[in-house]
């Protein structure tokens, strides 16, 4: 009797048919590695979301200062003779604008201003906490107060200044904060203002007034 071609041989006793437990149990393994694979892929759209936003929606971009305005109160000139002696005491009220271009808020905590005369220290003031929205703006005001003893030790240099019409001093303004994004993502920042303002004499008006900024995150 010849064997039919291409019929299928008979499984041997080293080789049983698969039980149906064990079917179920590579069912089972095939659809958790499936399962693994979907979490990993998401995980990594995930990934590549956050990165895209922290590129574009949630970057930090720089607070900006603006000097809006510069009055001067409280004069009190005094020039001494014969010594020739010059004595100053002003009020420098200054209006100064931050803008927040962020789409998150930005929480600045105490700023300073420093007031120089010749790169000389000769007063300061506080720039009190505050909070700017998302692309938002606020009015700072800061009182500089002349200190008249420390400007006293300039008194030559401040006599002339006053002979030629014009006394110019530098402020710098320093205010630190951080922006934060969904309430955990933060950044910190310092923004920075140089301005140099021309007082003129005898008026004691102010003339004159450059800034220059300066942000680090």
Do not use: W
């Amino acid at each position: 009797m010849t064997e039919s071609v291409g019929s299928a041989a008979p499984l041997g006793p080293n080789h049983p048919p698969p039980s149906p437990a064990n079917i179920k149990r590579r069912r089972r393994r095939r659809r958790l590695l499936g399962c693994l694979l979907l979490l990993l892929l998401l995980l990594l759209l995930l990934a590549a979301a956050v990165l895209v936003l922290a590129l574009t929606l949630f970057r930090a971009r720089d607070p900006r200062i603006q000097l809006v305005s510069a009055t001067i109160t409280g004069v009190a000139p005094r020039l001494t003779l014969p010594a020739l002696r010059l004595s100053l005491n002003v009020t420098l009220d200054l209006d100064i604008l931050v803008y927040n271009p962020n789409r998150a808020s930005f929480s600045h905590g105490n700023g300073t201003t420093l007031l120089l005369y010749r790169g000389e220290h000769v007063g300061d003031a506080d720039v009190l906490p505050g909070r700017i929205p998302a692309r938002g703006m606020a009015h700072v005001a800061v009182a500089l107060t002349v200190d008249g003893g420390r400007l006293a030790a300039e008194g030559g240099s401040l006599v002339a200044d006053a002979l030629a019409g014009e006394i110019g001093f530098d402020s710098q303004t320093r205010i630190p904060g951080r922006v934060k994004f969904l309430g955990f993502i933060r950044h910190h920042a310092v923004a920075e203002s140089y301005c140099h303002f021309g007082i003129g004499f005898p008026d004691l008006r102010v003339r004159r007034q450059e800034c220059k900024q300066r942000t680090k995150l």
